[in-house]
């Protein structure tokens, strides 16, 4: 069994936001494989069971993730070798994706809750790169992750997340 997380905050508030670029790349997955979330109360999260991958949105906020993934991965026990997370990453050029096997939380707060409650930093990660530096600079990097992709982003959304889409499979398939 194998488990992928998006992180984001949830509400359709932080739609569109930096913040919440793995939703949408999980959001896009499911568009184009003909999957739906299902909401769980008890798993505090949108999940979706499909032939051995267990896909979840966490909905507690972006700093809280790591006992909603905790949970998942202990109820279905599945080891550290078959979790990836899709996250932001501010300091990455926009569109640009890195993965790793491993390493710190970077300054990403999903992540840095995910290796609290996980007590470890040995779990895949594709970080999603949404730097945009003279707007960071603007905004300050709360408003900057909490804020909407601007129209030329968005024009590259479709190029990025099919390649996302890619990586998930690949993932799968490993």
Known sequence: MKLIVGLGNPGNEYNLTRHNFGFLALDFYFKTHGLEFEKSEKFHAKWQKSGQTIFIEPQTYYNDVGSSIQEFMNYYKIPLSNLLILCDDFNL??????????????????????????????????????????????????????????????????????????????????
Do not use: W
């Open 93 to 174: 050029d926009f569109g640009t994706l890195r993965y790793r096997e491993k390493g710190t939380d970077g300054g990403n707060n999903g992540l840095k809750s995910t290796i609290r409650s996980l007590n470890t930093t040995d779990f895949k990660r594709l970080r999603l790169g949404t730097a945009n530096n003279d707007l960071r600079k603007k905004m300050g990097d709360v408003d900057f992750v909490l804020g909407r992709f601007t129209s030329e982003e968005r024009e590259k959304l479709p190029e990025i997340l099919t390649d996302i889409a890619k990586r998930i499979d690949d993932f799968i398939q490993e």
